[in-house]
Nanobody
Framework: QVQLVESGGGLVQAGGSLRLSCAAS????????MGWFRQAPGKEREFVAA????????SYADSVKDRFTISRDNAKNTVYLQMNSLKPEDTAIYYC???????????????????WGRGTQVTVSS
């Protein structure tokens, strides 16, 4: 069974930075694309960023492009989300997810992900 554990969330002032981490169990991490999603209170879960299995291809939501950077370290079974220039509207629970298909590229749809973490809270104060 694959487990994903997010960490690194917290409270930060607008304009600040945070780096989220997602540690994955299992031996197939290096062959799976990974994604970050977020869900604000009263809103649906939405795509934030994704990275291909080998790290060579990434995709971002327009709302975070040029502020957030996704990366991965396959030797550590970990995917990261560096968040800079944070805004109050970035406040949400952030979830990492693993794609089902091996050797696939980044995906933006929730249904393309098989495993999910429990999330980490990010709160940006104005």
């Amino acid at each position: 069974q694959v487990q994903l554990v997010e960490s690194g969330g917290g409270l930060v002032q607008a304009g600040g930075s945070l780096r989220l981490s997602c540690a994955a169990s299992g031996r197939t991490f290096s062959t799976r694309a990974m994604g970050w999603f977020r869900q604000a209170p009263g809103k649906e879960r939405e795509f934030v960023a994704a990275i291909s299995w080998n790290g060579l291809s990434t995709s971002y939501a327009d709302s975070v492009k040029d502020r957030f950077t996704i990366s991965r370290d396959n030797a550590k079974n970990t995917v990261y989300l560096q968040m800079n220039s944070l805004k109050p509207e970035d406040t949400a629970i952030y979830y990492c997810a693993r794609r089902q298909s091996p050797y696939s590229g980044p995906a933006t749809e929730l249904g393309q992900y098989e495993y999910w973490g429990r999330g980490t809270q990010v709160t940006v104060s104005s």
